[in-house]
């Protein structure tokens, strides 16, 4: 039995690395921070809101009264402010061996009404936080020859509905980023890949959950029947932090009760 946790503790185990989670206040972000701690990891919680991170950091250890929880604040949208970040936090605290970005945002409405800027709210949010965060990032851990860089999708990357055209095609170039990530940086030691979430029980998803309509047609399109729950994403997410991934490169991994496999 000795030798068995050895194994899954070496291949799965995050003991001695630092993850990054951007977003990490509440929803996805919280639930992969708190389930990456739960694993071993040192974290490192984000969000522009100082006061909501820090809260997050305090549930965290409340759970955890042990587990490293850092918190860094700063505008993912923003390429300077993500740079001076990481760049401040690998001087002082040391490496950052693991990146989830998460931070995201959505907006509902028919397409030929859709506001501009609430479309370029979208593509700073959804796309060029993953390219801000990611660059800054992965500048340290190609130094170093290793690294795992997993960005937060979502089955909008395969699929569409009504009213959130532009959200779909960010996550859309989410997937493809991902690719490039992985084409560009495998050869250093990286691996970079992407978790793409269902329907999930989240505050991005609230008005949603509230509406008995659409979680009736949902539970009738979902073969499993039901909305998820953040708490079933850990697992992808730890799987592809882990060593257990290191040759899973450029992929997207579906966590969706099979939505997207089902017409």
């Not at 972000?29 to 809101?49: D, E, H, K, S, Y």
């Not at 002082?92 to 989830?100: K, N, R, T």
Request: charge should be neutral; aromatic fraction near 8%.
């Amino acid at each position: 039995m000795t030798m068995q946790n050895d194994y899954l503790e070496n291949t799965f185990g995050l003991g001695g690395k630092c993850a990054l989670i951007t977003g990490s206040s509440q929803g996805i972000g919280f639930a992969l921070a708190l389930g990456l701690a739960r694993a071993g990891a040192a974290v490192v919680l984000n969000g522009r809101n100082e006061t909501k991170v820090q809260h997050a950091r305090d549930e965290i250890l409340a759970v955890l009264p042990n587990a490293s929880v850092h918190a860094l604040c700063f505008d993912v949208t923003d390429h300077e402010a993500a740079r001076k970040a990481v760049d401040n936090f690998e001087l002082s605290e040391g490496p950052i061996d693991i990146l989830v970005n998460n931070a995201g945002m959505q907006h509902r409405s028919p397409l030929e009404d859709f506001p501009a800027e609430r479309f370029e709210a979208l593509l700073r949010t959804n796309v060029s936080s993953v390219f801000n965060v990611g660059q800054a990032v992965a500048r340290y851990m190609i130094g170093r020859g290793r690294g795992k860089i997993i960005n937060i999708c979502s089955v909008q990357t395969a699929l569409a509905r009504p009213g959130i055209a532009p959200y779909t095609a960010t996550k859309g170039a989410v997937a493809n980023l991902t690719k490039g990530m992985a084409t560009d940086w495998a050869k250093h030691g990286l691996q970079c890949n992407a978790i793409a979430p269902g329907y999930f029980e989240t505050p991005l998803n609230a008005a949603l959950v509230a509406d008995p309509e659409f979680t009736s047609w949902l539970q009738k399109r979902t073969p499993a029947g039901r909305w998820g729950k953040v708490e079933e994403l850990v697992g992808a997410c730890i799987f592809l932090s882990s060593d257990a991934s290191s040759f899973v490169n450029g992929h997207v991994l579906f966590v969706d009760g099979a939505i997207s496999a089902s017409l």
